[in-house]
Nanobody
Framework: QMQLEESGGGSVQAGGSLRLSCAAS????????MGWFRQAPGKEREFVAA???????TFYADSVKGRFTISTDNGNTVYLQMNSLKPEDTAVYYC????????????????WGQGTQVTVSS
């Protein structure tokens, strides 16, 4: 059974940056896609970014393209570098792993972290 643990959330002013980390444990190796989702109060959980671990291909929501970057350390950690943050990026950010089906649907992902809060003030 895999466990995911996010870290790196916090409060920042608009235009600032944060780097989220997600450490995976419980398995000897990770060789499947990892992703990030976010959920703002009163809204549904939405796709942010994903990375295909084996090939390194990356995928982004239109709302974060050019500002966010997903990456891995080729070990057991996936990162989300968030630059030029906006107030509308405020949400709880969740790490996810091992999807079956579309990356963009939360229901496709088999494992989830507990989430980390990101707050961007104007």
């Amino acid at each position: 059974q895999m466990q995911l643990e996010e870290s790196g959330g916090g409060s920042v002013q608009a235009g600032g940056s944060l780097r989220l980390s997600c450490a995976a444990s419980g398995l000897t190796s990770i060789n499947y896609p990892m992703g990030w989702f976010r959920q703002a109060p009163g809204k549904e959980r939405e796709f942010v970014a994903a990375i295909n671990w084996s090939g390194g291909s990356t995928f982004y929501a239109d709302s974060v393209k050019g500002r966010f970057t997903i990456s891995t350390d080729n070990g057991n950690t996936v990162y989300l570098q968030m630059n030029s943050l906006k107030p509308e990026d405020t949400a709880v950010y969740y790490c996810a792993a091992d999807p079956e089906g579309s990356f963009y649907s939360p229901t496709a992902w088999g494992y989830w972290g507990q989430g980390t809060q990101v707050t961007v003030s104007s």
